[in-house]
């Protein structure tokens, strides 16, 4: 599933406000009711949303982030572009940090060709992913793991990443303010984000469209902090400051999906 950009706006605002109506979101975008209801009815059934009388609800708690099973199937086609495009970066024998998130997982996926990595994750997913190359080694941390998301988020992850200083430390975020002020949902996320990107030679942000504006609670770190920044567009209208920077641009980019090459 790849949801359009105001599918990810709806998201937004529900995540947000918890509750809007369906006329209140067609004067938002300035669309039909009918339009609005073919969106809803769409993420409803990738239990993003809950249909509700007279409108729509947010399927999670307000301020906290989807479900990692939603995660995994929003803006699907970004994730695999930029997934695909960080993994061409890594050569075999490398070592590396991976961080939380669908597409770290989906990175380690594209990896699992490469031979005799090192890698050290707190993600199960990245994990069991590249444990099917036996070549490779894999470090994982002691604690309780986090589920539906297969994580460990405890301060055992963060004295692990603190352990090691790699080649590569690749990791996602929540979301990025206009400012650039980079953004989580809880933040032990973002003690271990900043404890990767502090344990590496080359740092490396992935983060898709849908990550810029929206809001999460948990703040720590700016864009301008890591070595690249890898997205499948540039956000525009209160994003353009910020992209104009000299500072973005030098660490800017962009992974083009398999139909827009």
Known sequence: MNISTRQRDIIDILRRDSFASIEKLAEHFDVTPQTVRRDVNILSDANLVRRRHGGVEYAGEPGMNLSYESRQVTNIA??????LHVAQMIPDGASILIGIGSTLELIALNLVEHR???VITNNLNAAMALGNNTSNR???PGGTLRLPDRDVISPDAEEMFNNYKVDY??????GVEPDGTLTDFDHREVSLRLAIAGNCRNSILVADQSKFGRPAPAKGGHITDPDLIVVDGIPGGLFDPLFKRQDVRARLQIAKSEHSK
């Open 78 to 83: 970004a994730k695999h572009a930029i997934s």
């Open 116 to 118: 005799h990595l090192t």
């Open 138 to 140: 894999i470090v994982i």
């Open 169 to 174: 430390g690749l990791f996602g975020v929540g």
